[in-house]
């Protein structure tokens, strides 16, 4: 009865990947396609714990699920993440979803901090996403879904090498679109308060100037997601900003 039900599910037999799915928002996505059915891929760098945390979870949900452990600030790592997250077959959506995030500025940015976050936030998505359409057979059908904020089409002088990394990753996008068309599907969801930092919880001032006066909630985020995954073909190279306004302030 379980695998019926599963059957039914618009995901069902789809394999997608998410990188750092292991907990937070990647969770919340994976967790999100799960119930509709796909296999899930969990990819982590140093959350072990939480990735099987995740996982188990998922089983409960009648999926399958793998962990495949990558530093994606190593490009080698990146260019061999997708082979080594073709367990279940071709992987047939990739989530670009790992990033770091670090408070620094113009002026505090070293050239260490600058190539870890290009590394992280656009590198790996781009090897990714090559891997991708390499893999993708030209009578397949392949979706790539980029986790933006929305600071990437509203530039700040905050999280200064961070914000320059997400604000690429929103060119390639649409450039990807262009490239990879009509095989393969490129959006991208702009993310604001999801949730509160893990290292600065509970910041009121976040939603002072969210249009919404409040946090996402994590069924928005899964409907936002789960509309990119399974919506129409014919949307391609779109930015969805699921931000309650804030790039509009």
């Known amino acids: 009865m379980q695998n019926q039900t599963i059957t039914n599910k618009p995901l069902s037999g789809k394999n997608i990947l998410i990188t750092g799915a292991a907990r937070r928002v990647g969770k919340i996505l994976a967790l999100a396609a799960a119930r509709s059915g796909a296999n899930l891929i969990i990819h982590h760098n140093n959350s072990p714990r939480f990735a099987i945390d995740t996982r188990e979870e998922i089983l409960a949900l009648g999926c399958k699920v793998n962990i495949v452990k990558a530093d994606l600030s190593d490009p080698n790592q990146a260019m061999e993440l997708l082979d080594k997250a ?3 077959g071709r992987i047939d959506t990739l989530v670009n979803n790992a990033a770091i995030f670090e408070p620094v500025n113009i002026f505090t940015t070293t050239p260490e901090d600058w190539q870890r976050h290009l590394n992280i936030n656009l590198t790996a998505p781009f090897l ?6 390499r893999q993708t057979p030209s009578d397949g059908m392949a979706r790539i879904i980029n986790i933006l904020d929305w600071r990437a089409l509203r530039p700040g002088v905050d999280h200064f090498p961070y914000t320059i990394s997400k604000a690429a990753l929103a060119a390639m996008t649409q450039s990807l679109a262009l490239s990879l068309a009509p095989n393969i599907i490129v959006n991208a969801l702009a993310l604001g308060a999801i949730l509160p930092p893990s290292d600065q919880p509970g910041q009121p001032d976040i939603i002072r ?4 006066r409040r946090w996402s909630t994590p069924e928005e985020l899964s409907a936002a997601f789960l509309f990119l995954l399974t919506g ?3 949307i391609t190279g779109e930015i969805i900003h699921l931000d309650g306004g804030r790039h509009l302030v």
């Open 86 to 88: 073709s367990i279940f």
């Open 128 to 133: 990714l996403s090559q891997s991708l359409a």
């Open 209 to 212: 100037n969210v249009p919404a």
């Open 232 to 234: 129409p073909e014919y």
